[in-house]
């Protein structure tokens, strides 16, 4: 009789489990906001928020003792290195904030629910896999547990017709983009015989395989699939209706969370897996910065909802982060980083500033609701002025100096026409973010003036968001040199 072989099972090293600290945690918390609903809560508790808070520090901690530490766990689809640690916290962060946003904001909109909460955890539970994936099936599985969260959260004031609406649109728009970035998975299987994006690299680095239009067709529509979540020109259109349609807070959450996310599969992809194609997707990615820049910022002009133009704002800054990536490398790297980190302090301080506005059930989320609003409540219009100067790029603000360090690096690429083309916007876009301003300080309210929800939470949320906003806009560098040594072992 032939013995049984005897397979070995997989031991995990200590820095093994404390890589994989963000993922436990944050399953294990959302399944305990879940079990929570078991005993009643009190009608106006803050369990949901507080077991959030708790699982983002205990994730932030995990990841953080083994910082130092480069893994690669599950046969190489789960790498745990400098890029990881730096996008795991950044989304703890986003996250945290987006809690402290919306602490009383769901009890005043009446959706203060454990799932709530549950689902903020299980959307950046995707983005964290998303950001750690070595592999094109994980980066699926982080995608679409990001979306399906998301997809949920846009739509969670049922009662609501335009919530309802946003969150169809989102679902079927996301939907089809995610049968473009399967198909795309699909050829590049079928192109180089894996969808590990190392072994990927090893098979391109000096094969023909280079001239094969399935490679280059499967890196297109991986594109699209990932395009559609950056929310780049074309794939932009849910953009707006869902941002609007969304309540604030998850507006203010989604729209740097899901965006970094992507950006951080798509630098994976593109900076790693498919660098030796750069010749083919460099072109692509030019135009589609110059169109969504372009784009995003004349269409912002247009508008006087104050949710709608910070999303065409979004889009705008998502063609500023894709001007880096093509720019490639180290530098182009650790700009599109240092970027993504000031754009998520600016825009969640605005949104979160948003979400204050109203009484009730009530949103102002209209650029003429903002009238004479810098006089009654100083702090408020100042911290909004503040997010704005800096999103249209004035120094001395964090967002100044992420754009001087993505047109900087465009430029040592040789990339003069797509930075003009970004300078050109950026003039541009000053134009309706002082329009806000200008409403704030030059303008009398019409009818009664729009009452604010102060609450402890959410202005520490935009306090910290504010501090850092004007920290990293006069002392950059550490935030750089951090993103560059995060984006030595990616490349």
């Not at 133009?309 to 720019?327: D, K, Q």
Request: hydrophobic residues 55%; aromatic residues 10%; proline residues 4%.
């Amino acid at each position: 009789m032939n013995p049984i072989p005897v397979v070995a099972q997989p031991s995990f090293l200590p820095a093994d489990w404390w890589a994989l600290g963000a993922v436990i945690a944050l399953s294990a918390g959302a399944m305990i906001l879940l079990l929570l609903e078991f005993i009643p809560p009190r009608p106006e508790g803050n369990r949901g928020a507080i077991v959030s808070l708790l699982t983002l520090a205990a994730a932030a901690l995990c990841v953080w003792r083994v910082h130092d530490v480069k893994r690669s766990l599950f046969d190489g689809m789960f790498v745990h290195d400098g890029f990881t640690v730096f996008f795991t916290l950044l989304f703890c962060g986003i996250t945290a904030v987006s809690v402290l946003l919306s602490w009383d904001y769901v009890k005043r909109m009446k959706i203060n629910h454990a799932e709530y909460y549950a689902l903020l955890l299980c959307a950046t539970l995707g983005m964290i896999i998303m950001a750690a994936s070595n592999d094109l099936i994980t980066i699926f599985v982080g995608l679409e547990l990001m979306s399906l969260a998301l997809y949920v959260l846009v739509g969670f004031r049922r009662g609501r017709l335009e919530s309802n609406e946003a969150a169809l649109k989102y679902f079927l728009l996301g939907a089809f983009s995610t049968g473009f970035l399967l198909y795309g998975i699909a050829l590049l299987y079928g192109a180089t015989g894996t969808t590990n994006l190392g072994v990927m690299t090893a098979f391109l680095a000096d094969s023909p395989v280079l001239d094969n239009p399935l490679l280059l067709l499967g890196s297109l529509l991986l594109l699209v699939g990932l395009g559609f979540k950056i929310a780049v020109v074309p794939f932009h259109m849910w953009t707006p209706d869902a941002y609007e349609g969304a309540p604030t807070t998850i507006t203010a959450y989604m729209s740097v969370g899901a965006k970094a996310a992507a950006f951080a599969a798509l630098l994976r992809v593109v900076l790693g897996a498919l660098a030796d194609v750069q010749v083919d997707w460099r072109p692509i990615l030019s135009v589609l910065a110059m169109l969504t820049m372009t784009v995003g910022n004349v269409t912002a002009l247009l508008q006087n909802n104050l949710k709608r133009m910070l999303a065409y704002s979004s889009i705008a800054h998502a063609g500023y982060v894709l001007v880096a990536i093509v720019a490639g490398g180290t530098d182009g790297a650790s700009a599109a980083l240092f970027y993504l980190t000031v754009y998520s302090l600016m825009n969640l301080g605005a949104f979160g500033l948003l979400s204050l506005l109203g009484r009730g059930r009530e949103e102002r989320v209209l650029i003429s609701d903002m009238a004479g609003l810098g006089f009654r409540q100083p702090f408020l219009g100042l911290a909004m002025a503040v997010f704005l100067l800096s999103l249209g790029g004035i120094p001395p603000l964090a967002g100044f100096m992420g754009k001087v360090y993505v047109f900087s690096v465009a430029v040592k690429a040789g990339l003069i026409p797509l930075v003009i083309v970004g300078v050109l916007n950026s003039v541009v876009s000053i134009f309706y973010y002082l329009r806000v301003t200008v409403a704030m300080y030059m303008q009398e309210p019409q009818g009664e003036p729009v009452a604010v929800a102060w609450t402890a939470p959410a202005i520490a949320g935009v306090v910290i968001a504010f501090a850092l906003t004007i920290w990293w806009g006069v002392q950059a560098q550490g935030l750089l040199a951090q993103a560059q040594r995060s984006v030595f072992g990616l490349l």
